[in-house]
């Protein structure tokens, strides 16, 4: 850049706001340190969640109108499965 007597280069005029919301978008230790507090946020969620109630169950159901247990003579052919998870 080539300066003439008399003549400075324009500088953009930054509120205080505006020069924080810099600094934290693009310095790399800020964005670090932000990244630590929230990594320390999720490890206390995760160690509540050890103690927190859970609830699951599941179901098995076979639906089977064929065979010789129902007096017929089909193969099991005819076989409906119906499973279900609750978490």
Do not use: C
């Not at 003549?7 to 693009?26: G, R």
């Amino acid at each position: 850049m080539v300066f003439a007597a008399g003549i400075a280069p324009a500088q953009e005029i930054y509120s205080l706001d505006q020069y924080l919301q810099f600094v934290e978008t693009n310095n790399p230790d800020v964005i670090a340190l932000n990244y630590s507090i929230q990594a320390v946020w999720q490890k206390v969620l995760e160690m509540d969640m050890a103690y927190s109630p859970v609830v699951s169950g599941s179901y098995n159901h076979v639906g089977d109108r064929s065979g010789p247990e129902f007096g017929s003579t089909l193969a099991l052919m005819r076989t409906k499965n119906s499973v279900r998870a609750l978490m």
